[in-house]
């Protein structure tokens, strides 16, 4: 699977990005699909992911500005991001997982001016 993300940038504090994943083929099958993250100095961390079923799940610090959401006809996952805090300050990664294999896709900067 190949996975193309888009939508990082620079944006001011308290501003919104969009960010989108396609992947090369059908989604419908992977068991979930998400976003990571990793600002300088830190661990790789999950953003927020989304199963088949359309299950999702955030990370305690984007809870209610952050929503997760895919299109299985587009195969795409998109990660709608609010109130951005300079904290949020990453690159975010595209992930999905399936059959007990998670694949990567390049990484989007996410930079947020205080």
């Known amino acids: 699977v190949q996975l193309q993300a888009s939508g990082g940038g620079l944006v001011q504090a308290g501003g919104s990005l969009r960010l989108s994943c396609a992947a090369s083929?059908?989604?419908?099958?992977?068991?979930?699909m998400g976003w990571f993250r990793q600002a300088p100095g830190k661990q790789r961390e999950l953003v927020a992911d989304?199963?088949?079923?359309?299950?999702?799940t955030y990370v305690d610090s984007v809870k209610g500005r952050f929503a997760i959401s895919k299109d299985d006809t587009r195969n795409t996952v998109s990660l709608q991001m609010n109130r951005l805090k300079p904290d949020d300050t990453a690159v975010y990664f595209c992930?999905?997982?399936?059959?007990?294999?998670?694949?990567w896709g390049k990484g989007t900067q996410v930079t947020v001016s205080s």
């Open positions: 992930h999905v997982h399936e059959s007990g294999i998670t694949y």
């Open positions: 083929r059908s989604i419908f099958v992977f068991d979930r």
């Open positions: 989304i199963t088949s079923g359309g299950i999702t």
